[in-house]
C-alpha cells in the first residue's frame, strides 16, 4: 500500500483535518504544498486534481479524491483502527450533522467572515471589513450554541471516543479563537472551551496544527 498524498497548504483548515485523521490512524503521509496566500491552488497544476481550486485533493493507491468529508471517509474506511466514526446509526448520524455544520454554517462564518479579514486581510496589507465582521458574528454564536447542544456532555461529538466531527470542527475553532470576537464566543461556551482544551492535549494536533 503507498503512502497517501495530501496537496495543499498546511494553514489550511480542511487540510488539517485530513492530516489529523491520518495521524490519529498513524499513517505516514507526504504533503504536497500549495501555497494558499501565493494563489498556487488556481494554477492549472492544482486544478486538474481539484476543478475548484479548493484544498486539499488527496491520492492514494490510484485513488484521487477531493472533497474534505470524502476524503476523512476514504481514510476512515481504508486505515486500520482506531475507527473515527462510531458504531451505532444515531451517533454516526450526529457527527455526519456536525461536520456538515461546519461546511455550511461554521466555516463561513468563523473563518471567511471573521478569521479572514480580521487576522490574514491585515497580514497581507488590506484593511479589516468591520461590517463584515459584525455580520458575522451571529451566525458565528449560533455555531457554537448549536455545537454545544450537540456536543451535550459528551467527550467527543461521537460520544467517549474521537471522531471525524471532532477533527473537522477543532481547525475552524482554533482560527475563530485567534481573533478578539472569536476569543469572546468560544468563551461564552465553556462546553466547548474544555472540548478545545480535550483536543489540544493529544499529540495528533500537536503533531500537526504547531
Not at 20 to 28: D, F, H, Q, R, Y
Not at 132 to 149: H, N, V
Not at 151 to 180: C, E, H, K, W
Not at 184 to 191: D, N, T, V
Given at each position: ?23 490519529e490512524k ?18 492549472a497544476g ?72 480580521r487576522v ?91
Amino acid at each position: 500500500m503507498s503512502q497517501p498524498i495530501v496537496y495543499g497548504d498546511a494553514i489550511s483548515t480542511y487540510v488539517r483535518s485530513v492530516r489529523l485523521a491520518l495521524e490519529e490512524k498513524g499513517v505516514p503521509h507526504t504533503l504536497e504544498s500549495v501555497d494558499l496566500v501565493k494563489g498556487e491552488h488556481k494554477n492549472a497544476g492544482f486544478l486538474a486534481r481539484q476543478p475548484w481550486g479548493k484544498m486539499p485533493a488527496f491520492s492514494h493507491d490510484g485513488n484521487d479524491l477531493y472533497e474534505t468529508s470524502a476524503i476523512l471517509r476514504y481514510i476512515d474506511d481504508v486505515f486500520p483502527s482506531p475507527a473515527l466514526m462510531p458504531s451505532t446509526p444515531s451517533a454516526r448520524a450526529r457527527v455526519n450533522q456536525v461536520m456538515s455544520i461546519v461546511d455550511s454554517y461554521g466555516y463561513p462564518a468563523s473563518v471567511t467572515n471573521i478569521f479572514i479579514p480580521r487576522v490574514l486581510v491585515p497580514m497581507l496589507g488590506g484593511e479589516t471589513d468591520e461590517a463584515q465582521i459584525e455580520t458575522a458574528k451571529p451566525m458565528a454564536a449560533l455555531f457554537l450554541k448549536e455545537i454545544s447542544r450537540l456536543l451535550n456532555n459528551d467527550r467527543f461529538f461521537g460520544g467517549n471516543t474521537l471522531s471525524l466531527a471532532d477533527i473537522t470542527v477543532l481547525p475552524v475553532l482554533t482560527y475563530l479563537q485567534a481573533t478578539p470576537e472569536g476569543a469572546a464566543l468560544i468563551g461564552a461556551a465553556p462546553s466547548i472551551g474544555r472540548w478545545m482544551e480535550r483536543m489540544n492535549s493529544r499529540a495528533s494536533v500537536k503533531a500537526m496544527m504547531s
